[in-house]
């Protein structure tokens, strides 16, 4: 017996005239899982959610609990609850916003209520929206999102503009949306976003799908490499590149005055250790962390 699909892409290709946005992308998405779209800005991550929506043309296939995009997309549509990265708003309060968004979508008064106190909007219902906090807009936009009760939850870079008490706030929501069986596709380039609502991660790289992976192994591939930014005297340079090249850490001058490493995270410590072992004195570092894949 074929198991249920609340989403299913099958060679999903975009074409701006001569260029590529993405091409022959497949996936699907079981009923109650959330996936990530991850890459970086660019990849196409918000173009194959528009995709979703019905926004833009496309060749291949899409189908939103079993109803095709172009051939069924107002019922494929009904099944979608979108929040864009930023939602834009009327200039009017939070509760006439939902009652509007309401009418809309035929959702009753009750269903406006419910969801006020269901994403902490409750004491809020008064304010104009544009006196809201970017973490209060993004819950009015979930909100309204979640008004006609859809099964899939389409979100792109949900938490890109939130500071780090919304994020997490914004990120138990979603997740206890998700528990309750929310199928949830998301755009993200965090990974704290991922660990906290994937069950699975679509790497997208290059216009493509290039791995299909785990919140753990992802996180397991951004922490694989670190790079050293080293900064040295003009007089050591030379000589902290041959200590190093020696070890087997290549190393290279760059146009700042510093030496630039790659090592395992692991193994950050060693080339600070093999320079000291030289008698080549940091002056000081800079370390980030690297994504091997990308």
Not at 56 to 73: H, K
Not at 242 to 261: F, S
Not at 268 to 283: D, H, R, Y
Request: a positive charge; aromatic letters at 6%; charged letters at 25%.
């Amino acid at each position: 017996m074929t198991p249920p699909v609340s989403i299913r892409v099958d060679q999903f290709t975009k074409r701006y005239g001569r260029v590529i946005a993405l091409q022959n992308v497949s996936f699907d998405a079981a009923p109650g899982e959330a996936l990530a779209l991850w890459g970086p800005n660019g990849a196409g991550k918000t173009t194959l959610l528009k995709a979703m929506l019905g926004l833009i043309d496309f060749q291949g296939r899409i189908q939103i609990e079993g109803n095709d995009v172009r051939r069924a997309g107002k019922i494929a549509r009904r099944q979608i609850g979108y929040v864009p990265q930023e939602a834009l708003f009327y200039d009017l309060s939070v509760q006439a916003t939902l009652e509007f968004y309401a009418r809309l979508k035929k959702a009753g008064s009750a269903r406006v209520a419910r969801l006020l106190e269901r994403v902490g909007l409750g004491e809020h219902a008064r304010k104009p929206v544009p006196a809201l906090s970017g973490g209060l807009k993004q819950r009015l936009a979930l909100a309204v999102a979640l008004l006609a009760d859809p099964p899939i939850l389409l979100l792109d870079e949900p938490t890109a503009n939130l500071d780090t008490q919304a994020r997490r706030d914004y990120l138990a929501l979603l997740a206890a949306l998700h528990h309750e069986g929310k199928t949830i596709l998301f755009a993200s380039h965090r990974i704290e976003e991922v660990e906290a609502l994937a069950d699975r991660v679509l790497m997208i790289k290059d216009g493509r799908l290039a791995e299909t992976t785990t919140p753990e192994a992802l996180h397991a591939q951004l922490s694989t490499e670190v790079e050293l930014t080293l900064w040295i005297s003009d007089a050591q340079r030379a000589q902290a590149k041959a200590c190093l090249d020696d070890q087997g850490i290549p190393a290279r001058l760059n146009g700042r005055g510093t030496v630039i490493v790659r090592v395992r995270a692991e193994q950050k410590m060693q080339p600070l250790e093999l320079l000291n072992a030289c008698g080549v004195s940091v002056l000081n570092f800079e370390l980030e962390q690297v994504a091997s894949w990308n």
